[in-house]
């Protein structure tokens, strides 16, 4: 191995010459998921020090709003006898959940805490931050209660590992990640058989992209929500209308990274294919309002007045640091957060329209 070999590079080495060459759901399970060497098993990658920033690192005003609509939806929800659980998939530092729990105390909710997370690093620090909550922590949706649930999936499914496919002379070929010939480094490979299953028209070297996981959750969610009431928020960046494209990408260091070089080292993602999400849910009975941007959602919940509030009590420094942090989470320039990101939400079919959200379509 090269030195620049990280510990889970010579475990998907064994594995790839025991087996062959990986496919790209594989490959990022490993990289993100390992249980010693994974991404998310061995740091805290949020803020400044970390490797990204998220939407509630930015401002509290984030989690504010979304804990503001979270009350609302929750006073929406019929009495059924069993008291709801608000749950989060993929926590971070507990960050929106702290801010969201503010506005929900504020506004009397009573609910049961529950977060999906599978980083021990990152529960000892949601646990230390929501320890008044009591959360509950899970390793899947497969174990949250048989309950009315609300849920709240910002920046979750981008995560979530996903199969891709390269179109060709001969059909749809998947994505595989192998060795180069020297045996010393990762790199892409396709299989030489197309996938008969995969039919759709496209030129030579379109990537299609299948959120199998990603699929999954939704469609688990979707019939808890069908079955029990309830709404599901997932807000990431990605793109509302079907296409072809390759949106894998690693960040390492707040840049952008090659994802073969350092496995287990950066994180990886995929833009969500909000359409694909929004088809899951709907096919097991659930309602769907939108997608819409995260500006139209953040604006529509009241950010400008949330800002100008906080501002009153704040310094001048306080002050031109909300104004900032309030433009860059609604900023409209096609790749900026407020454009980039999308918000959609599945609903019980009965629990009618939502605030900040178009009615069901």
């Not at 646990?127 to 209660?145: N, Q």
């Not at 990274?257 to 990886?268: S, W």
């Not at 294919?273 to 939108?290: I, P, T, V, Y």
């Not at 604006?299 to 031109?320: I, N, S, V, W």
Request: glycine share 10%.
């Amino acid at each position: 191995m090269s030195p620049e070999a990280t510990p889970l590079l010579a475990i998907l080495a064994r594995e790839i010459r025991a087996s062959g060459p990986l496919g790209l759901d594989r490959y990022m399970a490993l990289c993100l998921g390992h249980p010693r060497h994974g991404y998310y098993a061995t740091r805290d990658p949020f803020g400044r020090g970390g490797d990204f920033v998220t939407a509630p690192e930015i401002s509290q005003m984030f989690g504010e709003l979304v804990g503001a609509w979270a009350a609302a939806v929750l006073a929406m929800m019929p009495a059924t006898g069993m008291r709801p659980c608000l749950v989060e998939l993929g926590p971070g530092r507990g960050t929106l959940m702290a801010d969201a729990l503010r506005a929900l105390r504020a506004a009397g909710s009573d609910v049961e805490l529950h977060l999906v997370e599978t980083s021990p690093v990152l529960r000892r620090l949601q646990a230390e931050r929501l320890a008044e909550a009591a959360p509950v922590f899970h390793d899947s949706v497969a174990s949250l209660p048989d309950a009315p649930l609300l849920v709240i999936a910002n920046e979750f499914f981008d995560a979530l590992p996903a199969r891709q496919f390269v179109r060709t002379e001969l059909g749809w070929c998947e994505r595989r990640v192998g060795l180069t010939p020297e045996g010393d480094a990762l790199a892409f490979g396709l299989d030489p058989e197309p996938d008969p299953r995969l039919t759709a028209e496209a030129p030579e070297s379109a990537v299609l992209t299948l959120p199998s996981q990603g699929l999954a959750v939704m469609r688990d969610l979707g019939r808890r929500l069908v079955a029990r009431g309830g709404a599901l928020l997932a807000i990431d960046y990605g793109h509302d209308r079907p296409g072809f494209g390759d949106t894998f990408q690693a960040v390492a260091g707040h840049r952008f990274a090659d994802p073969l070089a350092r496995p287990g080292e950066a994180d990886l993602t995929l833009h969500v294919d909000f359409g694909a999400l929004a088809r899951a849910a709907a096919a097991e009975g659930a309602a769907l309002h939108g997608p819409v941007t995260q500006r139209e959602f953040l604006l529509e919940l009241g950010l400008a007045m949330r800002a100008e509030r906080l501002k009153a009590r704040a310094t001048p420094d306080q002050a031109r640091a909300i104004d900032a942090a309030a433009l860059r989470l609604t900023d409209p320039d096609p790749r900026g957060m407020g454009a980039l990101f999308k918000v959609l939400c599945a609903s019980h079919p009965a629990l009618g329209p939502l605030p900040a959200l178009p009615p069901p379509a």
